[in-house]
Nanobody, 124 residues
Framework: QVQLAESGGGTVQAGGSLRLSCAAS????????MAWFRQAPGKEREGVAY???????TSADSVEGRFTISEDNAKNTLYLQMNSLKPEDTAIYSC??????????????????WGQGTQVTVSS
């Protein structure tokens, strides 16, 4: 059983930075494909950034060049470094994991394990 726990959310002014963490247990990160999703009020859940088991990464056009996904296998922790934050980045951010990774990066319903989410608020 995979368990995920996010931390690092908060409130920041536009242009600022935050780093989200997602501590994993049950499986090593390099056995899973991992992702960050976000959901703003009244909007659909959106994939933000993804990392495959071999370290390949990809991200949404809306965050390209501003957000970076990475992982520390020694700490079994996934990160999302968010720079140049905008008010439209305000959302609940959740990390997700999957063991099969058949259609990487995949849609949210293809990820089997989820953290509880952490709120990120960007003020203008």
């Amino acid at each position: 059983q995979v368990q995920l726990a996010e931390s690092g959310g908060g409130t920041v002014q536009a242009g600022g930075s935050l780093r989200l963490s997602c501590a994993a247990s049950g499986y090593n990160l390099n056995m899973m494909c991992m992702a960050w999703f976000r959901q703003a009020p009244g909007k659909e859940r959106e994939g933000v950034a993804y990392i495959e088991r071999d370290g390949t990464t990809t991200s949404a056009d809306s965050v390209e060049g501003r957000f970076t996904i990475s992982e520390d296998n020694a700490k079994n922790t996934l990160y999302l470094q968010m720079n140049s934050l905008k008010p439209e980045d305000t959302a609940i951010y959740s990390c997700a994991a999957d063991l099969l990774c058949d259609t990487w990066p995949g849609k949210f319903h293809e990820y089997s394990y989820w953290g509880q989410g952490t709120q990120v608020t960007v003020s203008s």
